[in-house]
């Protein structure tokens, strides 16, 4: 894997061991919420799990944003595409920018879909996937046909 410049300021960083500030997004109660449905923060266990399991079924990517990482964005079993972003730097447009990229990284690997799953509460993330093109396949799931 190699680093995705979006542009100057956004890049996709290939993961690494940086559990201390990837564990700082984690403890935002909202975001876990939006993410994984949970009303608690991650431990740095549950973390390095998630990134065990996301770098063994795909690709995983820091987001970095003006020599910052303020998320992450995977492309894992074949073609689901989860990203997070720390509130701070959500609403803009960041997310659609990486989705986007991860979209034709997934084109590069031959995949004629990808797919998101969105809790239905989560109208933030719904909108910014049904703006790139997304449409919503099931309760709780949204696709992309190239």
Known sequence: MEVIRINPDLSLIPFYSAPEQA???YQDLKLCKQVDNIDY???LERLEAMYNYLTSHGECYYIKFQDQLIGD???????EIAIVICKEFQNKHLGRKCV???MMRAQEKGLSSVKA???NFNKQSQAMFQALGFHKTAKEEFSFDF
């Open 117 to 119: 799953q969105i809790y």
């Open 23 to 25: 564990l700082t997004w």
């Open 41 to 43: 923060p991650y431990s």
């Open 100 to 102: 986007s990229a991860i």
């Open 73 to 79: 964005i995977s492309l894992y079993d074949e073609n």
